[in-house]
């Protein structure tokens, strides 16, 4: 079992960034690849970005390439998610996520999720 907690989200202007965390408690963080998904209001959850065990393998959907960063410390059991020249279509709830497989997309292949955080684009 692994417990997941986001934090970071908030209310930013078109063009700026944010910095999202999901800390992680339970067992070994670095067994788990991690991955960010979002869900805006009446949408599906969509993936966004995810990383490797080591940190050293990252995939990312094409709305955000370019544009986000996915990162991870193990030794600080956090995985991070970068998010520059923010849009308004970016604007929903943020969640992390973890899984045994790699690569993984399909939020099927998750096995454990956060609780989410708000990220709001204004125009």
């Known amino acids: 079992q692994v417990q997941l907690v986001e934090s970071g989200g908030g209310l930013v202007q078109a063009g700026g960034s944010l910095r999202l965390s999901c800390a992680a408690s339970g067992r070994t963080f670095s067994s788990y690849a991690m991955g960010w998904f979002r869900q805006a209001p009446g949408k599906e959850r969509d993936f966004v970005a995810a990383?490797?065990?080591?940190?050293?393998?990252?995939i990312y959907a094409t709305s955000v390439k370019g544009r986000f960063t996915i990162s991870r410390d193990n030794a600080k059991n956090t995985v991070y998610l970068r998010m520059n020249s923010l849009k308004p279509e970016d604007t929903a709830v943020y969640y992390c996520a973890a899984s045994f497989e790699w690569p993984v997309v399909p939020k099927s292949a998750y096995d454990y999720w956060g609780q989410g955080t708000q990220v709001t684009v204004s125009s």
């Open positions: 990383v490797s065990w080591s940190g050293d393998s990252t």
